[in-house]
Structures are given as structure tokens and as C-alpha cells.
């Protein structure tokens, strides 16, 4: 843990290797809790971490780099298995050799920047909308409608 912390340096926020079922659902499957009463479990428990962790006000290194699972789970709740981009030109719909929908949870406003860890700095894209968030000439514009739009859903979530 405290060599991959060094290692990674914050420059690349791609998390495209970062895929694992695992991380996706660290609670394991269905426990017959809502996806609706999940997410304001996971967003809750995700806001209180990185208060506890003094996230949401100033960063130490370490904390830059710690990941939250419940901050990623609640955003794969909260997502229904889809692309959350509004301007989503497609989501493949094959899934992985696991049966999970390819998405990857990135943070709209990078850890590195001083983004914190919790559910409405995060948004579930298809690797078509992550390049382009990633890569675009127009990825200023589309990470100001992420950001937007990962507010809205978080609090649309919430009612
Ligand atoms: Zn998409």
C-alpha cells in the first residue's frame, strides 16, 4: 500500500486498470437492500470518511491517494448499470467475462486537484466517454457537465 502511494504520483487519473469486480461490488452481491437505500448508505458512509480523513478541507499526500470502496460503490449503485454522461453517444452492451457492465468510476474533479472521494465528485462512464474526459479537445466542457451532472444525481439519489 504505502509503495503503490508512492509510486503513484497523481498524474494519471485513468483508472482503467483499475477495474475489478472486486472494487466495484466490495460488498459482495444482492443483499436485498435497495439500490436507492444502498446508495444513501454508501454516499453517507463515503462523506464521513473523507470528513474523518479531513478530505473535504485540506489534503496531506496520503490522503490524495486513498480510495474510498464505498465512495466507489455507491456510485455503481447509483448508476443502474449504465453510462451516466448525458451526451453518451453509446454504452456497450456486452458486459465483462464477470457479467458487470463495462463502466469505470472516475472522479471528475481529479483526487490529485484536491477533488474529494465522495460520490458527487464521481461519475460512472463507458470507456468512450472516459477518453473523452480523459483526451477530448472539449474535455473542459464535458468534465464542467460531469460535474453538474454527478451533483444532480447524487442529490436526485437522496430525495
Ligand atoms: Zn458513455
Request: charged letters at 30%.
Amino acid at each position: 500500500m504505502l509503495d503503490a502511494l508512492e509510486t503513484d504520483t497523481g498524474e494519471l487519473h485513468d483508472e482503467t486498470g483499475d477495474y475489478h469486480p472486486s472494487d466495484v461490488y466490495p460488498e459482495g452481491p444482492s443483499t436485498g437492500e435497495s439500490d436507492e437505500d444502498a446508495y444513501k448508505r454508501l454516499a453517507q458512509k463515503a462523506e464521513a470518511n473523507a470528513k474523518r480523513r479531513g478530505q473535504l478541507k485540506k489534503l496531506t499526500l496520503a490522503d490524495k491517494y486513498v480510495r474510498d470502496p464505498s465512495a466507489r460503490a455507491a456510485v455503481i449503485k447509483r448508476c443502474r448499470n449504465k453510462c451516466e454522461s448525458p451526451d453518451c453517444a453509446g454504452h456497450p452492451t456486452e458486459r465483462t467475462t464477470a457479467g458487470l457492465p463495462i463502466l469505470q468510476v472516475d472522479h471528475v474533479k481529479d483526487l490529485a486537484k484536491g477533488g474529494p472521494d465522495v460520490p458527487w465528485n464521481m461519475i460512472a462512464l463507458c470507456p468512450n466517454c472516459h477518453a473523452l474526459k480523459t483526451y477530448g479537445e472539449n474535455r473542459e466542457k464535458f468534465r464542467r457537465l460531469l460535474a453538474a451532472t454527478a451533483r444532480r444525481l447524487h442529490e436526485a439519489n437522496l430525495e
